[in-house]
C-alpha cells in the first residue's frame, strides 16, 4: 500500500541503542510504516546492529535521516545586527573563530537561525541568533558508515533539533489552542547525555546538551546494590517492588541532572523574557516511575513523559501498535529526524 510513496527513516544511532521510525506520506497525512530498536553492547558494534535493525525491521526504503551530537556538536547564542538570513550566514562564515572554538573553525560545518525580531533584541535593530558548528569528519564518518550499511542517508542533522520537530509534527496532526507566546521545554534524556530544546511558539529558542543521561542513573544504582551494570539497567528499567530503594539510590544523580538542565531554563528565562510553562520529557529514562514526579519538583513546573507518535496514524499490519505505545517516549529524536525530512 505505502511502496510507491515517499517514505523516510529516521535513525537514531545512541551510545546503548539505535532506534529508527519510518513515516510515510499518504496524501495529506503522515504514517508509521516501520519502527525497531535493538541494543548495542559497545559502541564499536553500532555500524553491526544498524545492519541488523534493518535486515530485520521490515522498513520499505532506505532513505535515513541520521543526527550528530556530544562532543561533535557546538551550539552558541549571540546577538547580530538586523541582516538577510543569506547576508548572516555570510558574516558568520566569514570569521567564525568569533563564534566557533579556533582550532576546530575550520574543521566545523556551520548553520545559523534567527531566534527574534529586531524589535525584540537587547538594542534596536539587534537580532538574537543561534549558531550550530557540527564537526565535518563526525558528519562524515556518519555517513560513510550509513552507505556501508546500504543506507542512502538523505540529511544529517543535531539531536536537540530533532526534538523541536517531532514536537512540532505532533503538534501538526493534533494542534491545541495556545496563547501567543507559548514556551515549553522538550528534554531528551539519553544514555550519557541529555538534550534540550525551548521552543516558544513551536520556534527553537534554545537548545544545549548535558553531558549526564541515563547512564549515570545506572551506575548509582550499581554502587548501592553491588550489582553488575547489566543488572541494575535491568532494575531500573524495571524496579517492581523495590521502587522505593531504586529512587532512593538515584536521588543523587537525578537531583544533579535537574539541577544541571534548570540551568538552562534559568538563562532561557533571563535571556529571552518569559517562562517556560511546561516540560516534556522523553528518552528511555523518561520511563522511571518517578522521574517525571521527581524532576517537576526540582524545575516548579509542569513535567510530564511524553508520547511524540501521539495523533500519528499508525500501519497496524507492520507496526504493533501496543509496542509502539510502550516505547514511544524513545522514540522522539528518530521521528523528529524523519519529520524534518518528511514534512519539508
Known sequence: MFRQRKSVIGLDLGSSSVKAVEITQDKYDYVITACGQIDIPEE?????????LFRTGGFHTRRVAAAVGGDAVVFKFISMPDMSDEELNSAIKLEPEKYIPLAESDEMAISTQKLTDPTDGDEAGEVKVLVVGAKRRSLDEQAQMLVEAGLQPVSISVDSFALGN???????????????????ALVDIGSQRSCINILRDN?????????????????????????ETFEAEA???DPQDQVLDVQDAVAQVMGE??????????FFENQYDGEIQEVYLSGGSALL????????????????????????????????????????????????????????
Not at 564499536?44 to 541488523?52: D, L, Q, S
Request: charged fraction near 25%; hydrophobic fraction near 45%; charge should be negative.
Open 44 to 52: 564499536k558494534a553500532r555500524g553491526e546492529a544498524v545492519a541488523e
Open 166 to 184: 517531532a514536537y512540532e509534527l505532533s503538534d501538526m496532526v493534533s494542534p491545541a489552542l495556545k496563547e501567543a507566546g507559548h514556551t515549553i
Open 203 to 227: 520556534v527553537t529558542f534554545f537548545a544545549r546538551e548535558v553531558p549526564m543521561g541515563g547512564q549515570d542513573l545506572t551506575n548509582a544504582i550499581t554502587r548501592r546494590f553491588g550489582i
Open 235 to 237: 532494575l531500573k528499567c
Open 257 to 266: 541532572l535537574g539541577n544541571e538542565i534548570n540551568l538552562s531554563f534559568d
Open 289 to 344: 516511575p518517578f522521574l517525571e514526579e521527581g524532576l517537576e519538583k526540582i524545575f516548579e513546573k509542569r513535567t510530564r513523559v511524553w508520547n511524540p507518535t501521539d495523533g500519528l496514524k499508525v500501519q497496524s499490519d507492520s507496526v504493533d501498535v501496543d509496542v509502539l505505545n510502550a516505547v514511544s517516549p524513545q522514540l522522539a529524536i528518530p521521528l523528529g529526524l524523519a519529520a524534518m525530512v518528511a514534512c519539508a
